[in-house]
């Protein structure tokens, strides 16, 4: 399923979840998501994957503001 969580609070709310859990993290441009990406593996989740552009991209739409 998915789960959607502030960046802010990533931190805590991850810490109840399994290690063996695949992440795919997303935002609208790719920067908060990359963010996320980089403290879950800090964390030690080793399956985690941040959409590169975001939401926007993924809509077609030019990654850029």
């Known amino acids: 399923g998915a789960e959607s969580v502030p960046l802010a609070s990533l931190g805590g709310v991850a ?3 399994s290690r063996d859990f695949t992440i795919v993290t997303v935002c609208l441009t790719g920067h908060r998501s ?3 990406a980089s403290l879950l593996r800090r964390l030690g989740f080793r ?3 941040s959409v ?3 939401m926007q991209r993924l809509r077609g ?3 850029r503001r």
Do not use: L, N, T
Request: net charge positive; aromatic share 14%; no cysteine.
């Open 15 to 17: 810490s109840g979840w």
């Open 34 to 36: 990359g963010k996320a």
């Open 47 to 49: 399956q985690v994957f």
């Open 52 to 54: 590169r552009g975001g």
């Open 61 to 63: 739409g030019s990654s």
